[in-house]
C-alpha cells in the first residue's frame, strides 16, 4: 500500500522540519561542521567590510555557504557508509575518500576567494 504524499503548504512545513532536524544532526554529531560553522560566524560580519560590491559580498558568503553544504553532503555520505557496515571495504572508503576531497576543495575555493577579495581590499 502506497502512503499518501503531502502537497503544498503541509509539504513544505515537513521538509523543513526535515531539514532543521538534519541541520541540527550534523551539528551535534559533526566536529568539522561546527568547526566550519564557527569560521562562518566569525566571517560573515567581514563579508560586509571586505566586499565593496553587492558581487563581492555575495562571493564571500557564498563560498562559506558552499563549504557548508559540502560538507552536509559529505557526512551524509559517511553516516551510509558507516550505516552499511564496520568492515573495511575498498568502494566504502573510497566514497569517504571523494566526499572529503570535495570538502577539501570547498575550503580551497573558499581560501582563494576570501583571500584575494581581502588582498585586493587591503593591499590593491
Known sequence: MKSRQTTGLRHLTDSTHY????????FRNETAFRQE????VVLLPLAWWIG???????????SCALVLIVELLNSA??????????????LS???????????MISLIMAGLTWGLLAWQKFLG
Request: charged share 25%; aromatic share 2%.
Open 77 to 90: 555520505v559517511e553516516t551510509v557508509v558507516d550505516r552499511i557496515g564496520p568492515e573495511h571495504h575498498e
Open 19 to 26: 531539514s532543521l532536524k538534519g541541520l541540527r544532526a550534523a
Open 93 to 103: 572508503g573510497r566514497a569517504k575518500d571523494i566526499g572529503s576531497a570535495a570538502v
Open 37 to 40: 560553522v564557527g569560521i562562518c
Open 52 to 62: 565593496a560590491t553587492p558581487v563581492e559580498w555575495l562571493l564571500l558568503v557564498g
